[in-house]
């Protein structure tokens, strides 16, 4: 995939420093590492507000779409757009799961699932890494 926001590993990781982004940040963003349940920051979060990408700042979710999964990740039943992410297949592991990713700088941020709630019935589990909140 292309995204409009090209850069390379060393402008990311430079970036993401200038944005006091956790240590993981980068990976889970540019390497698709997956941060382990129930330990990010923005799991629980329950205030109002909008969930961002890290790496370009682009508006992903609203917390009025964020729900509890029971999953240990911050989980959405919808994106704030239709153009906020882009999703693609993934095989790597035994199952093919669909990678979201953010749809401006290609920041991986989890994956979609198709046992949500409604109205949507889609579980966008993102991980805490990849995401940073901007309260009302």
């Known amino acids: 995939m292309t995204f409009k926001i090209e850069k390379s590993a060393e402008e990311w990781k430079a970036l ?15 390497r698709e590492a997956t941060e382990r349940a129930y330990t990010g920051r923005l ?16 508006p992903l979710f609203s917390s009025e779409a964020k729900y509890e999964s029971g999953s240990g990740w911050p989980s959405y039943f919808q994106p704030l757009s ?3 992410v882009a999703t693609q297949v993934d095989g790597v592991l035994w199952m093919k799961r ?5 749809a401006d700088c290609g920041a991986h941020l989890g994956h979609v699932f198709e046992d949500g709630p409604a109205p949507t019935g889609l579980r966008y589990c993102m991980n ?3 995401l940073h909140f901007m309260p009302e």
Do not use: P
């Not at 944005?19 to 980068?26: C, D, I, M, P, V």
């Not at 669909?98 to 953010?102: D, K, L, R, S």
């Open 16 to 30: 993401l420093q200038t944005k006091n982004a956790e240590a993981l940040a980068f990976d889970v963003t540019r």
């Open 43 to 58: 799991e629980s979060n329950k205030a109002a507000g909008i969930y961002r990408c890290i790496c370009c700042d682009k």
């Open 82 to 84: 239709a153009d906020a």
């Open 128 to 130: 805490s890494a990849s």
């Open 98 to 102: 669909t990678e979201v990713h953010c």
